[in-house]
C-alpha cells in the first residue's frame, strides 16, 4: 500500500473524517468527505442489512489522499455496541429455525449470524486491511468509516453487483466446505440452488435477458464456496443499479423466500445487523463495483465485533452450522490476534 494511502487512513480514523478505502490488483483506492453539503459522480456507497439505497449512506470523493486537510481536533470512534452471542443461545436459534422450516411451506433458508466480541489494544488497521488483501487477493478488501455506521472492515468474497463496459454480473454464492475438502454435501448443494433459483426469478420478473454460468467452487480464504454467475448485457447504469437494490439482501445472507426470511432474522436474532448483509463499493459515472458485508467486523479504540453467519435449511446440523461460523470467523481473527500480540 502507498505511504500517502497508509498516512490517509491513519489520519482519517484520528480525526473522525468519513473515508473509505479498497484493495484492487492495482494497489488501493482511497477516498474522503469532510463536508456534508458536497455531492459528485464518485465516491462508496454504504447500504445497511435493512436499508435500501435511498437510505443508505454515501461518502462522495471530496478528497483524495493526496490532498487530504489535517485537523488540530481528535475525535473519538463510534463505540461498538454489539455484544458477543454464547454458543447456546445461537444453538438454540438454529433449532428454532430449523423447526420452522420444516413446519413452513414457504421458507426455505434463513441465514442466522452471531457477533464475536473481542477486547483490542493497539491495532495497526492499515497493517490489517494491507495483510487482508494480501492474504485473499480474490476478494474484496475494504475499510471505512462514517459518524453513523462505525469503523468497519473485512474482505468479502460475494459481488452483489459489478457493471463495467455495459456488462452486469452478479453472483449465486452459498454452502460452505473447509479449503481442499473434495465434495459438497448435499445440504450445501440445495443451499446454494434456493439462491440460484431466486436470484433467476427476480432477474426474469423485472424482463432482463441474461446468461448463468455453470456451477463452480469459489475459494474465500480458508473456506470454499458453491458459485454461479449470472451476467446481463445493459447499456443503462441506472438500471442496474435498481437491480441491485431489488436483489438486496442477497439469499446468501438473509435466505428464501427474501422477505419471509429477513421478516424471522429480525424477531430472531438478538444484535443489530447494522452494516453486516448490507452491500458496500465504488462507482462512478460509468461503472460499479459493490460487494456483500460479509468477512467483516465493527470496532473502536477498545473492541471489535466480528459478525458472521450460516445458512440455515431443514438439513441444518446445529453444531455443524457452528462450526461453519468458526471456520469463516478465522479469515479475520488469525490475523488480527498476529496484529494484536505483536
Same mark, same amino acid.
Given at each position: 500500500?502507498?505511504e500517502?494511502?497508509k498516512n ?5 480514523l484520528k480525526f473522525?473524517?468519513s473515508?473509505?478505502?479498497y484493495?484492487?490488483? %492495482?494497489?488501493?483506492v482511497?477516498?474522503? $468527505?469532510? %463536508?456534508?453539503n ?8 454504504i447500504?445497511p442489512?435493512t436499508e ?8 462522495f470523493? $471530496?478528497?483524495d489522499e493526496?490532498?487530504?486537510p489535517t485537523s488540530s481536533v481528535?475525535k ?5 455496541a454489539?455484544l458477543?452471542?454464547? +454458543?447456546? !443461545?445461537?444453538? !438454540? ?8 422450516? +420444516? *413446519?413452513s411451506?414457504?421458507l426455505?433458508?434463513?441465514?442466522i449470524s452471531?457477533?464475536?466480541n473481542?477486547p483490542?489494544s !493497539?491495532?495497526d ?5 494491507e495483510?487482508?488483501?494480501n492474504?485473499?487477493? %480474490? ?5 471505512y ?5 462505525g ?6 468474497p460475494?459481488?452483489?453487483?459489478d457493471?463495467?463496459n ?7 454464492? *452459498?454452502g460452505t ?9 448435499? +445440504?450445501?448443494?440445495?443451499e446454494?440452488q ?7 426469478e ?9 446468461t448463468?454460468?455453470d456451477?463452480?467452487?469459489l475459494?474465500a ?8 454467475m ?5 447499456? !443503462?447504469i441506472?438500471?442496474?443499479m ?11 445472507l438473509?435466505g428464501?423466500?427474501?422477505?419471509? *426470511?429477513v421478516?424471522?432474522i429480525l424477531a430472531?436474532e ?6 453486516y448483509g448490507?452491500y458496500i463499493g465504488?462507482? %462512478?459515472?460509468?461503472?460499479f463495483h459493490?460487494?456483500?458485508?460479509l468477512?467483516s467486523l465493527?470496532?473502536?479504540e477498545?473492541?471489535? *465485533?466480528?459478525f458472521?453467519?450460516s445458512?440455515?435449511t ?6 455443524s452450522?457452528y462450526?461453519?461460523t $468458526?471456520?469463516?470467523?478465522e479469515?479475520i481473527l488469525n ?6 500480540h505483536k
Open positions: 500500500m502507498q500517502s494511502i490517509a487512513i491513519h489520519n482519517s473522525g473524517y473515508f473509505y478505502a484493495g484492487t490488483r %492495482d494497489g488501493f482511497f477516498g474522503a $468527505q469532510i %463536508d456534508d458536497v455531492t459528485g459522480t464518485t465516491g462508496f456507497r447500504v442489512f435500501t439505497s435511498a437510505k443508505g449512506i454515501t461518502i470523493r $471530496q478528497y493526496t490532498n487530504l481528535d473519538k470512534m463510534k463505540p461498538v454489539a458477543s452471542t454464547p +454458543k447456546s !443461545d445461537y444453538i !438454540d436459534c438454529l433449532k428454532g429455525c430449523i423447526s420452522t422450516i +420444516k *413446519a411451506t414457504t426455505r433458508k434463513v441465514v452471531r457477533v464475536i473481542k483490542i !493497539d491495532v488497521w492499515v497493517s490489517f486491511v495483510q487482508l488483501h492474504n485473499n487477493p %480474490d476478494s474484496f478488501t475494504f475499510i468509516s462514517t459518524p453513523r455506521t469503523a468497519w472492515i473485512g474482505v468479502s460475494e459481488i452483489i453487483g457493471y463495467h455495459g456488462r452486469f454480473s452478479t453472483m449465486a454464492l *452459498a466446505r473447509l479449503k481442499g475438502e473434495s465434495t459438497w454435501s448435499a +445440504k450445501d448443494i440445495e446454494q434456493f439462491v440460484t433459483k431466486y436470484i433467476a427476480r432477474i426474469k420478473s423485472i424482463g432482463f435477458d441474461f448463468v454460468s456451477r463452480f467452487t475459494p480464504g480458508n473456506v470454499e464456496h458453491i458459485c454461479n449470472f451476467t446481463i448485457e445493459e447499456s !443503462d441506472r438500471k442496474m435498481d437491480l441491485v437494490d431489488i436483489l438486496h439482501p442477497t439469499p446468501a438473509a428464501t423466500p427474501k422477505d419471509r *426470511a421478516e424471522y430472531n438478538r444484535h443489530n445487523r447494522d452494516c448490507g465504488p462507482f %462512478d459515472e460509468r461503472s459493490f460487494a456483500v458485508n468477512r465493527c470496532f473502536d477498545h473492541t471489535v *465485533a466480528v458472521v453467519g445458512g440455515i431443514d438439513k441444518s446440523v446445529p453444531e452450522e462450526a461453519e $468458526q471456520a469463516k470467523s479469515v490475523t488480527l490476534t498476529k496484529l494484536n
